[in-house]
């Protein structure tokens, strides 16, 4: 029984850290009126994301579960279905700072899709899980409360600090940054040590290939959308991508911990799609950062030959 406990309990608590600083030092960035004035700005980019994020990818997400892949365990299913719900990469505007994109886009997108997550989450997920697994039963409290305590109140906890204590908060928000990035990889190596014979076990369904399309899923909708609206902003048109291809783990990890809590294969599926969706998009964030990057020199004269 403690050979079981001990590794729960470590990758639970660094799984509610991680969630408790990261919408702490989301907080403590959040300027409610500059986020508010840029959602206003782009309000067809906002609108369609949520959308997109909201309809299009759970539909896209739960109809490939029925059909294509019906044969993945239950639990694996509703893991899905968590992830299908939960938008908002957490990482968004780091990422999109290394991809040179729009921080505040990606920033603001975050923000919105988050507050949507904690509607959308409670609302949807219920009705998705017994679609998935009816064996399986959970309600829409049991989803909204530890979203209401752990994720919205560190929020708000963060936007009072900043206000009473702006000096103060430039520095702390750098060591919260990094002190939930660390909280986030310890929780994943116990989640990997704990349960690596059920993540074997797994690799002969198609989980692990739902896992790779989920990504993917997220960059293309993104792009159908910012170049439908023929948004010509590179770095809103990244950002815009970067905050929609990967889904919000926070939320997922509360799933997790709590409602799921007895539910392992939840746990291995919710680890499988952040790790490889993390991982996808970085790649194209690397890629999109060489792109953006100046040629120096040899790149100028080599454009004036040309002209």
Not at 18 to 41: D, M
Not at 189 to 211: E, P, R
Request: proline share 6%; with cysteine.
């Amino acid at each position: 029984m403690s050979t079981q406990t001990s590794p729960s309990v470590l990758i639970n608590g660094f799984g509610l850290l991680f969630v408790v600083l990261n919408a702490f030092g989301l907080g403590l960035r959040l300027e409610v009126g500059k986020q508010l004035s840029l959602a206003r700005a782009h309000g067809r980019i906002t609108v369609w994301a949520l959308v997109i994020n909201f309809v299009v990818i759970p539909l896209l997400f739960i109809g490939y579960l029925l059909t294509v892949a019906s044969s993945i365990p239950g639990e694996i299913k509703v893991g899905f279905c968590v992830a299908a719900l939960c938008g908002g990469m957490p990482f968004a505007p780091i990422l999109a700072k290394l991809a040179k994109a729009s921080e505040s886009v990606a920033a603001t997108l975050l923000v919105v899709l988050t507050v949507a997550t904690m509607i959308a989450l409670p609302l949807g997920l219920p009705s998705a899980v017994h679609a998935v697994d009816s064996s399986l039963t959970i309600s829409a409290w049991g989803v909204a409360w530890p979203l209401l305590l752990f994720l919205a109140l560190p929020v708000f906890l963060g936007c009072v600090f900043r206000v009473w204590w702006p000096d103060l908060t430039p520095e702390l928000q750098q060591w919260v940054v990094r002190i939930s990035i660390l909280c986030l990889l310890f929780n994943l190596n116990f989640t990997l040590f704990a349960y690596w014979s059920l993540f074997v076990q797994t690799w002969g369904t198609y989980s692990y290939i739902a896992a790779i399309a989920g990504p993917f899923i997220g960059l293309g909708c993104a792009y159908l959308l910012v170049s439908g609206l023929r948004v010509n902003d590179v770095g809103i048109r990244h950002a815009t991508e970067v905050t929609t291809a990967v889904r919000n783990i926070a939320p997922m990890l509360l799933m997790m911990i709590f409602p799921f809590r007895a539910d392992p294969l939840v746990t291995v599926s919710i680890t499988i799609l952040n790790t490889i969706g993390i991982v996808t998009v970085l790649l194209f964030v690397l890629v999109w950062r060489r792109a953006a990057s100046p040629s120096g020199p040899q790149a100028s004269t080599g454009q004036q030959a040309l002209t």
